[in-house]
């Protein structure tokens, strides 16, 4: 029943924003860090963005700092992400993840690094 659940993906303009949420529905991962990825079909998954277990490190790949800003709600069990100035080149399925192991960021930018996936979900964003 442990559950990540993405919610937020849709269809927008280039330049636009949409905000990504996912809920740890068990509240099982609250002192483990959490990480978005991104995968365009038939392409590896690529990392975005991730924040340690206390919410007061972050880190984004190249291509999005200054665009996209992750948070997370420890009272609300969420972790955001806000994506600004979007370009069709952000046009991917966005995946949550924990990290495997708690109260360590180590790897963070790496697949290998989180064990449990949310499902993805869909954005898109048109030239």
């Known amino acids: 029943q442990v559950q990540l659940v993405e919610s937020g993906g849709g269809l927008v303009q280039a330049g636009g924003s949409l905000r990504l949420s996912c809920e740890d529905s068990?509240?099982?991962?609250?002192?483990?860090?959490m990480g978005w990825f991104r995968q365009v079909a038939g392409k590896e998954r690529a990392f975005v963005a991730a924040?340690?277990?206390?919410?007061?490190?972050?880190t984004y790949a190249d291509s999005v700092k200054g665009r996209f800003t992750i948070s997370r709600d420890r009272a609300k069990n969420t972790v955001s992400l806000q994506m600004n100035s979007l370009k069709p080149e952000d046009t991917a399925v966005y995946y949550c993840?924990?990290?495997?192991?708690?109260?360590?960021?180590?790897?963070?930018?790496?697949?290998?690094?989180?064990?449990?996936w949310g499902q993805g979900t869909q954005v898109t964003v048109s030239s």
């Open positions: 993840a924990a990290h495997r192991t708690p109260y360590t960021f180590a790897g963070l930018t790496t697949n290998q690094a989180y064990g449990y």
């Open positions: 924040i340690n277990w206390s919410g007061d490190t972050t």
């Open positions: 068990g509240r099982t991962f609250r002192m483990n860090a």
